[in-house]
């Protein structure tokens, strides 16, 4: 059975850094369209970054680009998020996709989710 799980969350105060990962068991997060998502309290979830390792292919939202770099090693996925800002609160989820590039984007079906961890930014 496919699996994902996050971790590396935490509270962190505005300026820092953390690095999430996103371990996989079940499939193979290389060849595969991968991404970030994550929701605020009250938001609807909203894609982050997105990768196909495969073709060293990376996409991000316009919020975090220049700050968050989202990568792949062994089986698992990274996002680096620097310079946070509270804006960046949330819980964010690591998802699999099963399209191929060039299909692989934000916007793409993503059928396996992890169960997410929490990132709190203080200001």
């Known amino acids: 059975q496919a699996q994902l799980m996050e971790s590396g969350g935490g509270s962190v105060q505005a300026g820092g850094s953390l690095r999430l990962s996103c371990g996989a068991s079940g499939l193979s997060v290389r060849p595969a369209c991968m991404a970030w998502f994550r929701q605020a309290p009250g938001k609807q979830r909203e894609g982050v970054a997105a990768?196909?390792?495969?073709?060293?292919r990376s996409s991000y939202d316009m919020s975090v680009k220049g700050r968050f770099t989202v990568s792949q090693e062994r089986n698992s996925v990274f996002l680096q998020m620097n310079s946070l800002t509270h804006e960046d609160t949330g819980i964010y989820y690591c998802a699999y996709s099963g399209v191929t590039w060039p299909n692989c984007d934000l916007h793409s079906e993503f059928a396996t989710w992890g169960q997410g961890t929490q990132v709190t930014v203080s200001s």
């Open positions: 990768i196909f390792a495969a073709v060293g």
